[in-house]
């Protein structure tokens, strides 16, 4: 080998091994910026990109809650302003709030929710417990779909205090027919929902699980309900809701107890003041419910948020 030869080969090495540690560092892609990001934020002390939307968001929430009560001091100071409204004064915040304050104090707030909240968890278990199986079966079952289609859609179309002369002739008590009410208005949501998530699960997964030698009760409670598991909470969050805003009618039977009827009576007093806080009562407990299921919801999501 001439020597003119192995000094261009050895300048050919030379230039592959400058060469080959730029190539072998990784490139800056997409995923690797945040990340290096984030990193950098957090030994600088900062905030991650997940803990500032997350407190972006209850800005936000904060702001929103502060938002409207100023828009409810607006309408009360509207109203305190009038002479034909002067006498719902009450209904400002200032008054709201302060017998509020008194209710909590006495218990009569706890008093009751108490009643309200054991209807709406009766009704709540009723729509479940038939619900549930009914919307695994539509789910499951083209024929049952299509058999049942028509006749659900109608029936859940009605209004559920269309129902309340029938439950008064039906039920010995106030309770069992506000309990009732309360069923029919939940049962629709979690069915529906329910059977949707039935029909959205893969098929290979059955298949699989009878390869492994599952049974039909194996396939229910192994892969069937552990897959709609988000599905039915879902439904029965969207229950909640309706179940929550036909309570305060229904109470209107004839009970003497629960928020439904707490309302009634400081109409009929005048006490304007114990209705908003009534009111302002009725919004809490109905959100704290809401929002306990939507964590529980988020528990048993399989799509995890960075």
Do not use: C
Request: aromatic share 8%; glycine share 10%.
């Amino acid at each position: 080998m001439t020597a003119s030869a192995i000094t261009s080969r050895a300048a050919v090495d030379e230039a592959l091994a400058e060469a080959a540690p730029a190539a072998a560092r990784p490139s800056a892609g997409p995923t690797q910026v945040p990340d290096a990001v984030d990193a950098h934020a957090r030994k600088a002390g900062g905030l991650s990109a997940g803990a500032r939307s997350r407190l972006a968001a209850w800005g936000y929430g904060l702001a929103g809650m502060v938002l409207l009560l100023g828009l409810w001091w607006l309408g009360g100071a509207i109203v305190a302003a009038s002479d034909d409204l002067s006498a719902f004064a009450d209904f400002a915040p200032g008054p709201t709030l302060v017998r509020l304050l008194a209710m909590l104090e006495s218990g009569e707030a706890t008093a009751m929710s108490g009643p309200s909240l054991a209807r709406v968890g009766g009704g709540l278990a009723w729509a479940i417990l038939l619900g549930v199986p009914l919307g695994i079966a539509v789910g499951s079952f083209k024929p049952v779909r299509a058999l049942t289609n028509l006749p659900f859609q109608f029936l859940r179309m009605i209004s559920p205090l269309s129902w309340m002369p029938i439950a008064v002739m039906a039920y010995a008590t106030w309770d069992g027919a506000i309990v009732f009410l309360i069923a029919v208005a939940a049962v629709w949501p979690v069915l529906f929902s329910t059977a949707a998530g039935v029909r959205r699960i893969d098929p290979a997964w059955f298949k699989v699980a009878r390869n492994l030698g599952a049974r039909p009760w194996h396939l229910l409670v192994a892969v069937v309900l552990p897959a709609i598991s988000q599905d039915i909470l879902n439904g029965v969050r969207l229950a909640l809701g309706v179940a929550w805003i036909v309570l305060v009618p229904a109470e209107y039977l004839g009970v003497t107890s629960g928020l439904g009827y707490a309302i009634n009576d400081a109409r009929d007093t005048l006490e304007y003041d114990r209705l908003a806080a009534t009111v302002v009562i009725i919004g809490a407990i109905g959100f704290t419910l809401d929002y306990l299921l939507q964590v529980a919801i988020q528990r048993l999501s399989w799509v995890r948020e960075r």
